[in-house]
């Protein structure tokens, strides 16, 4: 099953008098339970093209379909309901509320939908397992390490149980050995939960914890 479809894919942005194209006419498909890592060097669209996969921008041309639904034609809160229920995000910042312990974090986003995070304990319990945060779920942020905290991150962004994650530069606050560990994470995620994970990085390390490679430069797949 494909679960992101990207056709003829365009994006601009306005420099001085003229656009600049960032994006060039990208297709591909990425299916259900795929690894997929995008490279390419500081300013190639990277993290643009993340960002439009995830409905959070909008492209100049071209489609993307996310669960075979096509973006270009959704209303605001269709995106925003497929984003709390379909994708997942974790992104460079962990993103926590800094007076929230562990547990409140992951269960925000429950809480701001409108759930009772009562019912979602057996969940909670499932995904601090998996992060192996049992032992820190009444501690806060500025308890925890920055891994700790990034894997609390990916706890929140489980909480729904996406299909897709979309990761941009995950470890990119992180030092080597938290770095690996958080890999390892992913990589058990994508493959014990069929998990479609996309994700933006600059390591070559980390981009083979993936099953594929998507190489970006000047806008284009090379």
Do not use: C, W
Not at 43 to 64: A, I, M, R
Not at 103 to 120: A, S
Not at 152 to 163: G, K, N
């Amino acid at each position: 099953m494909d679960v992101i479809r990207v056709k003829e894919l365009y994006k601009s942005f306005p420099m001085g008098n003229s656009d600049t194209d960032i994006l060039k006419g990208l297709d591909f498909v990425i299916t259900e339970g795929e690894f997929v890592s995008i490279m390419g060097p500081s300013g190639s669209g990277k993290s643009t093209l993340l960002y439009l996969l995830g409905g959070l921008d909008t492209p100049t041309k071209g489609e993307v379909f996310v669960m075979g639904k096509p973006l270009n034609t959704m209303k605001e809160n269709e995106k925003s309901l497929m984003r709390k229920r379909d994708v997942g995000f974790v992104f460079q910042f962990y993103n926590l509320v800094p007076n929230l312990t562990v547990e409140d974090n992951i269960l925000l986003p429950l809480i701001l939908d409108g759930k009772n995070p009562k019912k979602y304990q057996e969940k909670l319990d499932e995904i601090l397992a998996i992060i192996a945060m049992q032992d820190r779920r009444k501690h806060t942020p500025r308890q925890l390490s920055g891994g700790q905290q990034q894997r609390v991150a990916i706890a929140r962004a489980l909480m729904f149980d996406p299909s897709i994650l979309l990761l941009d530069e995950p470890t990119g606050n992180l030092d080597s050995k938290n770095s690996v560990e958080l890999m390892k994470l992913f990589k058990s995620i994508n493959q014990q939960f069929n998990k479609t994970i996309v994700q933006v990085t600059h390591s070559e390390e980390f981009a083979a914890y993936g099953n594929r490679i998507i190489h970006l430069k000047d806008g284009v797949i090379v």
